[in-house]
């Protein structure tokens, strides 16, 4: 069978860093199951420890995960004081960062130094950068996807997440909680749309269908089962939480014995963003 009509499956363990339990996920996850990459948080309470198993498992593919919301910033408060509230964290509510970032312009400049510093750290720890995705999803706001493609070329970014959970298979793949996975398949619809056009035109890379964003912590054995039988040639990012604590139950799901050999069976290819990261004239991975 000819490379291209294989199918390919990046395997991502997103807040890769945010915990002790995350990192062991992680590895252990990489080591004895099917994941294949991680998106480290430079901020996280255990982003050292992560940058250290990363260093010692060159086969995990590893990236940034920009974090802008819901987490600590990189540089001091007094450095970006309009992207923090008085506990010195960034905004707790990603959809009021947002609205923020398009609304008050003069926060662009804040933005643009916390992106770098973080990107910094990143390179400092010794990684390379992989790709590039958001903390919940940051990545694809229209002011963030700007400032980050601004400096693109010269971080040498090749691939970012383009986050498009197709809608009606995941209907058939999941029960429940159909408003936030209605509104969120929506949303990010339109924001890949607007997206993917300025990835082509900046020459960096995504996968054809990303999956996980409508689970939403919730990337179980049954889910990954069914979701391995219905991917069609080409290449695809699944992306979870794992970790040895909540989201234990994703972790479980990678390591799966079941999940393994529905692999082998299929003949899926599982491979890091790195091994694909040719881009096409759209944009597309080829």
């Given at each position: ?11 991502n ?8 339990g995350?990192?062991a996920?992680?590895l ?7 994941l294949?990459?991680?998106?480290l ?16 498992n ?25 992207l ?23 926060l ?28 919940c999803?940051?990545h ?9 493609l601004?400096r693109g ?27 936030y ?5 929506m ?13 082509g ?11 996980g ?28 939480h ?8 994703e972790?479980e ?33 080829r």
């Amino acid at each position: 069978m000819a490379d291209e009509a294989r199918i390919r499956l990046v395997v991502n363990a997103d807040d890769f860093g945010s915990s002790r339990g995350a990192n062991a996920a992680v590895l252990r996850a990489h080591r004895e199951g099917i994941l294949t990459s991680a998106s480290l948080m430079v901020g996280g309470d255990a982003a050292e420890e992560a940058a250290a198993i990363a260093r010692e498992n060159p086969g995990l593919g590893v990236g940034l995960h920009l974090a802008l919301a819901c987490a600590r910033p990189v540089l001091g408060p007094g450095q970006v004081p309009g992207l923090v509230g008085g506990d010195g964290r960034l905004d707790a509510s990603p959809a009021r960062a947002g609205l923020r970032f398009f609304l008050m312009r003069g926060l662009r400049r804040e933005l643009a130094a916390e992106i770098e510093a973080q990107l910094g750290r990143f390179v400092r720890m010794g990684l390379r950068a992989g790709h590039l995705d958001g903390h919940c999803n940051i990545h694809l706001h229209p002011t963030v996807l700007g400032l980050v493609l601004e400096r693109g070329r010269d971080w040498g970014l090749r691939s970012m997440r383009l986050t498009r959970d197709p809608w009606m298979l995941n209907l058939r793949l999941a029960r429940g909680r159909h408003g936030y996975r209605a509104s969120h398949a929506m949303v990010f619809h339109l924001l890949s749309m607007f997206a993917g056009r300025r990835l082509g035109r900046a020459g960096v890379g995504h996968v054809d269908r990303v999956f996980g964003l409508l689970q939403n912590d919730r990337v179980n054995e049954e889910y990954v089962l069914g979701l391995l039988g219905r991917l069609g040639p080409g290449t695809h990012e699944l992306y979870c939480h794992p970790d040895e604590g909540a989201h234990r139950e994703e972790a479980e799901a990678l390591c799966s014995d079941r999940v393994r050999a529905r692999v082998r069976e299929l003949g899926i290819r599982l491979v890091r963003h790195e091994d694909v990261a040719r881009v096409s004239a759209n944009g597309r991975f080829r």
